[in-house]
């Protein structure tokens, strides 16, 4: 049954928040009528905040990573490694990896990765500056860092073809058993591979 | 661990994401890159349907109810039964009567229930402009539709004292068994007031 709203303005805010993904009706009414509770002011710096980001937020011209600037942090810190290039599919990945501490290299972002259900073609992709950041020197490894999928598997044989005339060492993050995980509960695809690229034992 | 932001404009609008009730940064985070993804136009949309909701909105002077004019489509509509106020908590439970189709009296929305625990008071709610309408005359029965928690019958006997000098019918809302629920896993003080309450059988 279509909900009957008490003012327009309620229910345009309301449409505008249920466009979210995740965000169903009943929430957006939720999330909107807390707004209209708060102070006039930081409603204004919800919504400018959002504004703000929107026209300000610019894309890395090296990496495609968000930036503040025309070249982001990452990649006009003189403490990174700048012959490694780390590609992921996304800003939230870039984030994920740089979280754990454990890389000090550059990252490409793709954009997305190839899947023809979805109608995204290699075009659609950042593949080509990729190319162009190898074919420029200097980089010596390329780590595919994509979603362990049949489509990200699809994006690395199409990376790697594209690479496969440069000198450039190609590597794929290792797939394997979480750390915390049991045994037992592991998929078979997954405990395969783990036991196929096992690592020498360290301690 | 503190997540690592690339861009403080990307940073804020999280921050401001974040503090909406029942959304944590992670979701935040996923609310804004989306919002980034979407065309100019529809980010300022968003962002001017909150504006607008906040400076447009009106709490009509009759019930308190969200509205776009002074007084509201429903206290100002000459279909609707003005001898009959139901009294609600807050503007959600109006929509959810109204959306039963099975009440044609006019509302008042007290804007929360008497809670010493939260600091909510009778004077932080509209009950002295409920016992206005009373007073007014043409009120025949007051509906009191509150939550059926302490807080609610602390609300619901304030107003009854309030209103004991009037001649006006006070009733409370049916609590009971809700329909499709099985009898065995229903609470014993809910069982127990749907036999206390019962009704004349009707086929």
């Known amino acids: 049954m279509q909900q009957q709203y008490p003012s327009q303005l309620l229910e345009k805010a309301v449409e505008e928040f249920a466009k979210l993904p995740g965000i169903g009706r009943k929430t957006a009414l939720r999330l909107v009528l807390y707004l209209l509770r708060q102070e006039t002011a930081d409603v204004e710096q919800f919504a400018d905040a959002v504004k703000e980001m929107k026209h300000g937020i610019k894309h890395c011209k ?3 990573n968000i ?3 025309d070249v982001c942090p990452i990649c006009s810190s003189q ?9 992921v599919e996304n800003v ?36 080509n500056s990729l190319v ?8 010596k490894e390329v780590i595919l860092a994509l979603s362990p999928t049949m489509e990200g ?10 690479l496969a005339d ?12 979480s750390v915390g995980d ?19 034992f360290k301690c």
């Open 62 to 64: 090296v990496c495609h």
């Open 67 to 69: 930036s503040d600037n």
């Open 79 to 87: 403490q990174r490694d700048n012959s490694t290039i780390c590609v």
């Open 92 to 127: 939230r990945d870039v984030m994920a990896i740089e979280n754990t501490a454990q890389f000090n290299g550059l990252y490409h972002v793709l954009g997305g990765i190839i899947s023809p259900m979805d109608g995204i073609g290699p075009s659609d992709l950042e593949i």
């Open 132 to 139: 162009s950041r190898v074919a420029a020197g200097g980089v």
């Open 153 to 162: 598997d699809t994006t690395n044989f199409y990376i790697f073809r594209k």
């Open 166 to 177: 440069y000198d450039v060492k190609l590597s794929v993050i290792a797939r394997g058993i």
């Open 182 to 200: 049991e045994l037992e509960y592991a998929d078979e695809v997954t405990l395969g591979r783990s036991i196929l690229n096992r690592t020498p």
